[in-house]
């Protein structure tokens, strides 16, 4: 079993920078695949980035070119940079992680989430 536990969110300004980590209990070299997720309030849970080990990337058209998903194997972790921060950023961050080699619709494991609030 594989515990995941976000952190580095908080309040920003629009136009800020955060970085989240998503820290792993345990080596994440069989986690192929990577996610971060975000929810707001009243609105269903969006797939943000993912990644796999092969180097596939996918990224919501409302955040490409602005955040980027890594990993550190060694650090057993994996991070979310996100830049230009928007208002409608704002939302409840969870990353995930499957033993899949493409990037999968449901998730063998999740985060319980931390907090992004962006004011404008």
């Known amino acids: 079993q594989v515990q995941l536990v976000e952190s580095g969110g908080g309040l920003v300004p629009a136009g800020g920078s955060l970085r989240l980590s998503c820290a792993a209990s345990?080596?994440?070299?069989?986690?192929?695949?990577m996610g971060w997720y975000r929810q707001a309030p009243g609105k269903q849970r969006e797939l943000v980035a993912a990644?796999?080990?092969?180097?596939?990337?996918n990224y919501a058209d409302s955040v490409k070119g602005r955040f980027t998903i890594s990993r550190d194997n060694a650090k057993k972790t994996v991070y979310l940079q996100m830049n230009s921060l928007k208002p409608e950023d704002t939302a409840v961050y969870y990353c995930?992680?499957?033993?899949?080699?493409?990037?999968?619709?449901?998730?063998?494991?999740w985060g319980q989430g931390t907090q992004v609030t962006v004011s404008s």
């Open positions: 995930s992680g499957d033993y899949s080699g493409d990037i999968p619709y449901e998730w063998h494991y």
């Open positions: 345990r080596s994440i070299f069989r986690l192929n695949a």
């Open positions: 990644s796999t080990s092969g180097g596939t990337t």
